[in-house]
């Protein structure tokens, strides 16, 4: 059962979480932007299942890498609700 939070670890909760989202979405702005349109040439040089790499990240690679990093967001949060107690059973 969620217990009711202090406005203090309310806080702590929403920074740990913002902090979270905001790491996961600079992961995902580097493999997409950078590695899909800034990295596309040097990328284009190794190649992935017959495929040239900066090609893959551009069309399928960061569409990828965010399903996995919804995933991560997910169990994050999970342990995070845990820890303060707002956990759903």
Do not use: H, P
């Not at 979270?20 to 979405?25: A, I, N, P, R």
């Amino acid at each position: 059962m969620a217990t009711k939070m202090t406005e203090e670890q309310a806080k702590a909760y929403w920074k740990r979480n913002v902090s979270l989202m905001v790491k996961l979405m600079v992961i995902w702005f580097i493999v997409s932007y950078g590695c899909g349109i800034m990295f596309f040439e040097q990328l284009n040089q190794i190649q992935l299942g017959g495929y040239k790499l900066g090609f893959w990240f551009a069309q399928q690679g960061s569409i990828y890498v965010f399903v996995g990093l919804i995933f991560y967001y997910a169990k994050k949060m999970a342990a995070l609700d845990r820890e303060f107690g707002v956990d759903e059973d």
